[in-house]
């Protein structure tokens, strides 16, 4: 273990949640007029808040309340105070803007260090970090953590494919930071170059930014002859850092939940929902200063499960994210996730993990065409592998696409830097 935290009783754990939540509350009451106002419009004084069990009485910040008050209205500190922003994308074009102090700093690289921990990695290791670096906290966030931990980093950002594949191989790379689509990416870029992708010396990929389901996990181990662990963050709490997998039993996330309270609620409702059920996870940090951010709808949708891990460690795992609230596709009444139409087709023999899904309206109506693509070396012919993927997507989602098109392996766009896309929506 990292630190002693992670295996704290969780009644131990209790106590130290409510101490901190009582200091963030009196600390935003005092330093944020925003919640200062939310606060006081709710009838909620933070005298009122004895422990961890008052805190569905506080109110909720979302993402528009990050871009209503654009830049600073969410700091709790002075312009000047602050050692860095970071930003991530917003929904009105504005950015969300994120603020840290060195202690923020500190707490992040410690957060990672335990994260990177979990996943398997060891001091002497070496970390490529092909994510990207710049106002994104991917890069910065796994570069730091690293660093805590004792490994030797080696910060190759995103893109140069080629280039970082020969980088992995000449300099022994033990782990391979990057999205999950940019570490099966690399693997058919390395197979083109001559190499063996399975030969090469990585032995942990540690993922995120990404949903990445089972088969696509699958995919990425079988690809490189590596562990998948899976990781979780996002720049409004921290950046990555927040959760991770432990590579003991790559069975949920761990919440580091000494520094980000987790809470799911219904998302219609906003109740809290009981352990194992599946709602929108809303995250509270205990311990940040530049920015603390109290009940954050994150939008994604998961589980929390309290039973003891194999790994030992305490802390609550998080199931892997199904999907987010603002990615629900609505067609034809059928409310569908990208994630799960990838769980079902990714689960056939034969098809690739690239898939793209096009929206359009025609007379009114929603159609959908359903793009996918053959596995390299597939014996099933064109007619057999629509079948079984037409087959499926009914089974599993009782929902067919409007169009099915089989497409040849490396036809889907890739990407090399950022996310990838798999959802265009041409509708109005």
């Not at 170059?193 to 010396?201: C, F, N, T, V």
């Not at 809303?282 to 994150?298: E, H, S």
Request: glycine share 8%; hydrophobic share 35%.
């Amino acid at each position: 273990m990292y630190h002693s935290n992670e295996c704290l009783d969780r009644a131990e754990l209790g106590s130290v949640q409510s101490e901190r939540l009582r200091s963030i509350v009196n600390y935003v009451y005092e330093n944020v007029p925003f919640y200062r106002d939310r606060l006081d419009a709710a009838g909620v004084s933070p005298t009122d808040i004895d422990g961890i069990a008052d805190i569905s009485s506080l109110p909720m910040t979302t993402k528009e309340d990050f871009e209503d008050e654009y830049p600073d209205g969410l700091f709790a500190v002075d312009d000047d105070e602050v050692s860095r922003f970071h930003a991530s994308s917003g929904t009105t074009g504005k950015p969300k803007i994120v603020s840290y102090v060195d202690a923020d700093l500190e707490l992040w690289g410690k957060t990672m260090a335990r994260s990177l921990s979990a996943a398997g990695v060891e001091p002497d290791d070496t970390v490529q970090n092909a994510y990207g670096y710049g106002l994104f906290t991917g890069g910065m966030g796994f570069h730091e953590g690293a660093e805590e931990l004792g490994a030797t980093v080696v910060p190759t950002s995103s893109g140069g494919t080629q280039r970082q594949v020969e980088l992995a191989a000449d300099l022994g790379t033990d782990v391979l930071a990057c999205t999950p689509s940019y570490a099966l990416y690399l693997a058919e870029t390395a197979e083109e170059m001559g190499y063996d992708p399975q030969a090469l010396p990585i032995s942990v990929v540690s993922y995120g930014a990404e949903t990445c389901t089972e088969p696509m996990r699958m995919e990425i181990e079988t690809a490189l002859n590596a562990t998948g662990i899976n990781n979780y963050g996002l720049s409004e709490i921290i950046g990555p850092g927040v959760a991770a997998e432990c590579h003991e039993a790559q069975d949920g996330l761990h919440i580091w939940e000494d520094h980000f309270y987790p809470e799911v609620i219904d998302s219609r409702t906003k109740e809290p929902l009981e352990a194992g059920k599946e709602g929108e996870l809303v995250l509270t940090t205990l311990t940040k200063q530049a920015q603390p951010v109290i009940r954050y709808r994150t939008g994604d949708l998961t589980t929390l499960n309290y039973d003891e891990c194999a790994c030992g460690r305490t802390m609550v795992r998080m199931d892997n994210v199904t999907g987010r609230t603002d990615d629900l596709l609505i067609v034809r009444g059928v409310n569908l996730y990208p994630s799960e139409i990838e769980h079902a087709v990714l689960d056939i023999n034969g098809v690739a993990p690239y898939y793209r899904i096009d929206l359009y309206e025609e007379d009114n109506l929603d159609v959908m065409e359903l793009t996918v693509e053959r596995a390299e070396g597939s014996s099933k012919d064109h007619s057999e592998l629509r079948d079984d993927v037409l087959s499926r997507l009914q089974s599993v989602l009782s929902f067919t696409p409007d169009q099915l098109n089989l497409v040849n392996p490396g036809t889907i766009e890739r990407t090399e830097v950022g996310k990838i896309q798999r959802v265009y929506d041409h509708r109005n």
